[in-house]
């Protein structure tokens, strides 16, 4: 095993800020169909701007544009995310101005419009940070790629949604702040949604202006026979997502991807809706999410050095599984147990525990991909696998909650729950060994590069010593 180099932490700071943005465009995007709804907005209305969602999910399409079209005085990925993120803060200073006026005057297929070019620049930054980060830590530590997105995106999506929520409201602010410190009640919360919208468009703007001056792009890429490989052109990036569907180690990958939701999909998807419908109100189940929300915070850290990503990624998934059955349980009886006062520690608890599985088990598989990406292609091998991840998600999804709207509606969420949870271990027992071998695969196996010549070596195009990619972790 090799010894990882140590992580520059201006590195680690620069992803997770990136992230952090990302994240935050999310989250003010989730919580408009909210507000919307809050200024008396149909079903069809919230249908409508769903469209604005899409982006991410099509991400793919242009992912090879933003590996093979640079200005190489730039930089592979500054030539992009500098434009791509101003134009974000010149939209979201825009909206600032009209947003509420927007909402209040129910403008769906505007915000829709609006949003939609928001998410089509967030998702175009996403494959851009992507392969920034892989091509950052790749020599050092891998797994600070997964770490960075899930703590920056995690942080970024509170910010945009539940505390946004949260402290834009007068009830929540007159209640717990200005009442305990006899302060006169006010019609408004702490700040706006405006105010806060124009606070996301000035964030951009300070990490684009940091990111401008003093972040120096390096270019890492693959060694062969001694000799630093050649960027791919457009058409070669396009074609590489066939060729790396050749790859029987892609193969299996995929089928782990599409196939690991079936057991987790229940308590991923059903929970909130589950503790709804036993009736917890909406604004106590925002309240819980904060410490919940916390914790998949801090979880990725604990995994941020490992050299074996998919070993904890099995381990996380059983435990994740494992800790779902309790909470099915409380939530079945939640009617007879809501009024006492032990009911919100113990739920808090139970969704910490098992949100803290789920946080490793995402980090865990998303460190594993950026592990195994080449860094020619770093924004588009991780958009592809990162789709792929999505896909089963939104595969298993439907199914289950097509299913769950047939089954009795006392005991829905506790048989879905229960029958994933079987799905799930099964799965894990057929599949363990295929994670283990994919584990032990070679680094340079994944990437494009014919077998015989390709060198894990990573070199930098800066003057200075090479950089060498440490050999791949141990299991998944």
Same mark, same amino acid.
């Given at each position: 095993?090799?010894? +990882?180099?140590?992580?520059p932490s ?6 997770l ?5 990302q ?10 169909p ?6 008396g907005?149909?079903?069809?209305d ?7 969602? !899409? ?5 793919l ?21 500098? *434009?791509i993120?101003l ?34 620049l967030?998702a ?5 940070v992507?392969?920034?980060?892989i ?7 891998p ?15 509170f910010?945009g ?14 209640r717990?702040?200005?009442? *305990? ?11 706006s949604?405006?105010?806060? %919208?124009?606070?996301a ?5 300070? %990490?684009t ?8 792009e ?7 026979d ?15 997502i066939f ?11 995929t ?5 690991a ?32 929300t916390?914790?998949a ?23 994740y ?8 349980a ?13 009911y919100?520690?113990?739920l ?14 995402f ?13 020619r292609?770093?924004?588009t091998?991780m958009?592809?696998l ?7 998600f939104?595969?298993h999804s ?16 506790v ?17 363990f ?6 584990q032990?695969?070679?680094? +340079?196996?994944w !990437?494009?590069? *014919? ?13 200075g *010593?090479?950089?060498h ?8």
């Amino acid at each position: 095993m090799v010894a +990882h180099a140590r992580t520059p932490s201006s590195s680690i700071l620069l992803i997770l800020a990136l992230y952090f943005l990302q994240g935050m465009n999310l989250g003010i995007t989730s919580s408009i169909p909210l507000f919307l709804i809050a200024h008396g907005a149909t079903w069809k209305d919230r249908g409508t701007f769903n469209f604005a969602f !899409y982006p991410f999910s099509l991400k793919l399409i242009w992912a090879p544009l933003i590996d093979a079209l640079y200005v190489k005085r730039f930089g592979r990925r500054k030539s992009w995310l500098i *434009p791509i993120q101003l134009s974000a803060a010149v939209i979201l200073l825009f909206l600032s101005f009209y947003v509420e006026s927007f909402i209040e005057n129910l403008r769906t297929i505007l915000l829709a419009v609006i949003f939609f070019a928001i998410v089509v620049l967030t998702a175009t930054q996403d494959i851009c940070v992507d392969g920034l980060a892989i091509s950052l830590f790749t020599a050092t530590n891998p797994q600070w790629t997964s770490t960075s997105q899930t703590v920056g995106q995690t942080m970024g999506r509170f910010m945009g949604s539940s505390f946004l929520l949260t402290f834009e409201s007068a009830n929540f602010t007159n209640r717990f702040i200005r009442e *305990p410190l006899s302060i006169t009640p006010k019609e408004s919360g702490l700040f706006s949604l405006q105010q806060f %919208v124009r606070f996301a468009a000035l964030a951009f703007l300070i %990490v684009t202006t940091c990111l401008i001056f003093f972040f120096r792009e390096k270019e890492n890429l693959p060694i062969v026979d001694g000799e630093e490989t050649e960027s791919l052109s457009l058409t070669e990036t396009y074609l590489s997502i066939f060729k790396l569907f050749k790859k029987k180690c892609i193969q299996q990958l995929t089928l782990v991807s599409l196939l690991a939701p079936m057991g987790i999909i229940a308590v991923n998807y059903m929970t909130p809706l589950a503790l709804l419908n036993q009736g917890v109100p909406r604004e106590n189940l925002a309240l819980v999410n904060i410490p919940v929300t916390l914790v998949a915070i801090v979880a990725p850290l604990a995994i941020r050095h490992t050299e074996s990503p998919l070993r904890w990624f099995a381990g996380s998934y059983i435990a994740y599984i494992i800790t779902g059955i309790p909470i099915a349980a409380y939530v079945y009886y939640t009617p007879s147990m809501i009024s006492t006062s032990y009911y919100y520690p113990i739920l808090i608890l139970l969704l910490a525990c098992n949100e803290f599985c789920n946080a490793l088990r995402f980090s865990a598989q998303i460190g594993f991909f950026a592990a195994i990406s080449e860094p020619r292609i770093g924004g588009t091998y991780m958009t592809l696998l990162v789709t792929l991840h999505n896909a089963g998600f939104a595969i298993h999804s439907s199914i289950v909650l097509y299913i769950a709207n047939w089954l009795p509606k006392n005991y829905d969420f506790v048989i879905a729950t229960g029958a994933c949870t079987i799905i799930g271990i099964i799965w894990l027992g057929f599949s363990f060994r295929t994670l283990k071998r994919l584990q032990e695969i070679p680094t +340079h196996e994944w !990437y494009l590069l *014919p077998m015989q010549h390709s060198d894990d070596t990573v070199k930098s195009n800066e003057q200075g *010593p090479s950089d060498h990619r440490a050999s791949l972790m141990a299991d998944e």
